[in-house]
């Protein structure tokens, strides 16, 4: 998601809605990973699902719009000579979003998690915007094991995972704001890093957009520095050096996420990239860990 064209005064909530840029080429990396990491832990029992930003829920696709550059690009994607993974994510947006040639509603992450965990998970969904919120508690009406609350999942995080660790035999949380301040990325390192702490066994997904290497790389430089061992995946479908709206790329950071769980993801990447660069072809994949990353069982 691209940074809100309007502005904001200081200390006020931002005026952000992510409408424009759902199913966009960010969305489509994000829930990739997110629907294979949840694919891998449902098989556990009990799992907790928290999001800090769980938005509407699902949106409405207008003719055009940045989903054209995402999941327009994917959605002839049949299963044949594709990654398992992208298939099995196009498939689920399809089922839940409908559309005939192209698509009439792009489901959100809560829609996504909600379909891909067993009935003993539990969903816990922060939204600020009170709009935003309105709609997503009134598209989880029927959904029983979904908790819209309304407040700074950010701030929520470490008390939730704490909460969520005893009872639950996987946790998995995403971590995914609007970045419409620049202090959010550097709020994030602290955020991150105290969650690690709060559930050393959960699995922590971190999104964020690329339009150039400067604050991604000084978020990684913070969580090392704060003692965070993850793995970083970060896809650019346009070059940095064009200059634009909307996103370059975008990348996700992943503490203790399931084994296997990483290389599924960077073996679907240039799928997604060959099928979303908008210039020439020209796309980009940087995999790389650090801390002392430890895997999953």
Known sequence: MSPPRSRYRAGTVPDYSH??????V????????LVEVLRRVAERGRVAYLETHAGEGGYLLGPTGEWSEGIGRLWATRGDGEPVALGRYVDLCRRLGGGGDRPA????????AAAVLGRNARLELWERDQQAFGRLTARLAGERRARPMHGDGLAALETALRSAGPEADAVVALIDPPYGEK????RLPGVLSRAARAAPRACLLLWYPVKSLTRPNAMVARLEAAGVAGTLAELITTPLEHR??????SGLILVCPPVGAVEVLAATAPAIGERCATVGGAWSFRLRSFGAVAGRG
């Open 19 to 24: 409408r424009p840029h759902a199913g966009n």
């Open 26 to 33: 960010g969305d489509v990396w994000k829930h990739c990973a």
């Open 105 to 112: 509603q792009y489901p959100g992450s809560p829609a996504l």
């Open 183 to 186: 202090a959010d990325w550097h």
């Open 244 to 249: 634009r709206n909307r996103l370059n790329g």
